[in-house]
């Protein structure tokens, strides 16, 4: 028996759990820039995540309407198109996939999945307060007044 034409690893999963997983190691590896997993799960999310990236480089409606479908996060797809595709200054090879030995329960490899290039959060606006509130109510005092 051969394994032509078997793509991917199942890691034991269903279809679902697998996608899931996949989606879940995604959001990670873009919120945090780098996340420490099995070798398997990084060799294994690499090439959607750099899909995603490139995808993401485009920076059009569709594209980040495709993005967000993909994660299944708005936010994250937002951030994914506002924030780390504009500091990406690659055509390809965005991940790096660095091992770090085996782990302790179950021997099993471990690696670390990170950006090649360095991706810096940009700071959030501060929030305005919310003054247009307090004329109102004076407003309405004044109004009270005169009758």
Request: no cysteine; glycine share 6%; charged share 35%.
């Amino acid at each position: 028996m051969h394994r032509h034409g078997y793509k991917g690893r199942k890691f034991g999963r269903e279809t679902d759990q697998r996608t899931a997983l996949t989606r879940g190691l995604m959001r990670s590896l873009f919120k945090y820039q780098a996340i420490n997993t099995t070798l398997a799960k990084a060799k294994e999310i690499r090439r959607p995540a750099e899909k995603l990236i490139t995808l993401a480089k485009r920076g059009d409606l569709a594209s980040r309407r495709l993005v967000i479908a993909r994660l299944d996060d708005t936010e994250m797809g937002n951030y994914l198109v506002d924030v780390i595709a504009p500091q990406v200054k690659r055509d390809s090879g965005y991940l790096r996939i660095e091992r770090n030995g085996f782990r302790v329960g179950d021997n099993t490899e471990m690696a670390t999945i990170s950006f090649v290039d360095d991706i810096k959060d940009m700071p959030k606006p501060a929030k305005k307060a919310a003054t247009k509130a307090a004329p109102k109510a004076e407003k309405k005092a004044d109004k009270k007044e005169e009758k």
